[in-house]
């Protein structure tokens, strides 16, 4: 299987995950961790591998790519910033 099919059934699976485990971010740790950890694999990815004009473009596209919906991305990144220092995600790692 070449790279380009790959890295799309990644970022589906990514979107599936997602789907599952936001609605409970609320009453699950485990849910939590891994929707911030998904939250930083999109905006690293939107980061390091597109090369778009603006940064939201890039966003966009990835979250797109990834099936997330924004207002869910959105909300989950209130709850990065008021959990940074619970949750020491690495950045850049993907």
């Not at 059934?9 to 939590?32: C, M």
């Not at 939250?39 to 797109?64: C, H, M, P, W």
Request: proline share 2%; charged share 20%; with cysteine.
């Amino acid at each position: 299987m070449d790279a380009v099919v790959m890295n799309s059934l990644q970022d589906r699976n990514i979107g599936t995950v997602w789907a599952e485990h936001f609605p409970k971010y609320h009453t699950s740790e485990a849910s939590r961790a891994l929707c911030l950890t998904i939250f930083n694999i999109a905006q690293n990815k939107a980061q390091i591998t597109l090369r778009l004009a603006g940064s939201a473009d890039k966003l966009n596209y990835v979250l797109e790519t990834l099936g997330i919906p924004q207002n869910q991305f959105q909300e989950m990144k209130s709850v990065n910033l008021f959990r940074k220092g619970k949750y020491r995600l690495c950045e850049r790692t993907f």
